[in-house]
């Protein structure tokens, strides 16, 4: 069974501040995709990245960078320099590399950035 | 803006009703999932339609239903509505389902449709 797990339910930073947030999955497979979205607060769902489960490199993306570790099956999310515009929920998501392109999604984390 | 596109963007309803939400893919894409985002379920996947012909399910209600027509636009259909189905429902769009038989493609959302069943 596939399953993802995001511990901290919420997070509050004060702007300019680092925050991580963390991202456990469970998969048998050896082939897979892990996902990061954002939900801000008008509803939807924007896509950040997407990573495949051979590629452990790690990405940096402006202020954004993501940690895969497949010893630790976490892929986790930082914001450097966090701002008040990234307030939201940011959900990590599984694909299987099958036929079936379904996301598990994890329960998010909702960040709000103070001022 | 995802290129994807969902109507209507609320809709309010009674029990016991039947509604439709309705879904336009990114243009060339040729698979649409339907998701359901709810305080106690969080996203759930409900069902995924690929050129027209379903592909997968997932937690989805026999009461709920959904196609995908020819121009590759897709309607979810809610019947005989419940308190508990009010939620967020979102499409997304891919691709395809992936090139040899492996599931590559991002899906990108829709902006959601927010059902309120009264």
């Known amino acids: 069974a596939q399953k993802v797990t995001q511990a901290q339910t919420e997070i509050s930073v004060v702007e300019k501040e680092d925050v991580t947030l963390d991202c456990v999955y469970e998969?048998?497979?050896?082939?897979?995709?892990l996902f990061w979205y954002k939900q801000p607060p008008s509803g939807e769902l924007v896509f950040l990245i997407r990573?495949?489960?051979?590629?452990?490199q790690n990405e940096i993306s402006g202020r954004y960078s993501w940690n895969f570790q497949k010893s630790t099956s976490s892929f986790n999310f930082t914001i450097t320099a966090s701002q008040v515009v990234d307030s939201a929920v940011y959900f990590c998501?599984?694909?299987?590399?099958?036929?079936?392109?379904?996301?598990?999604f994890g329960r998010g984390t909702q960040l709000t950035v103070w001022p | 803006d995802s290129g994807v596109t969902q109507t209507p963007k609320h809709l309010i309803t009674a029990t016991g009703q039947r509604v439709t939400l309705r879904c336009s893919p990114r243009s060339g894409d040729l698979s649409v999932y339907w998701y359901q985002q709810s305080l106690d379920q969080g996203l759930q996947f409900l069902i995924q339609?690929?050129?027209?012909?379903?592909?997968a399910k997932g937690n989805i209600l026999e009461r709920f239903s959904a196609q995908q027509f020819p121009d590759l636009h897709s309607e979810l259909n809610l019947s005989s509505l419940e308190l508990g189905d009010s939620a967020l429902y979102f499409c997304a769009s891919s691709v395809d389902f992936g090139t040899s038989g492996l599931s590559t493609d991002t899906q990108y959302f829709g902006p959601g449709t927010r059902l309120t069943v009264l």
């Open positions: 998501a599984l694909s299987r590399g099958s036929t079936l392109g379904r996301l598990y």
């Open positions: 990573r495949n489960s051979f590629d452990e």
């Open positions: 339609y690929y050129n027209g012909e379903e592909r």
């Open positions: 998969t048998r497979d050896t082939t897979y995709y």
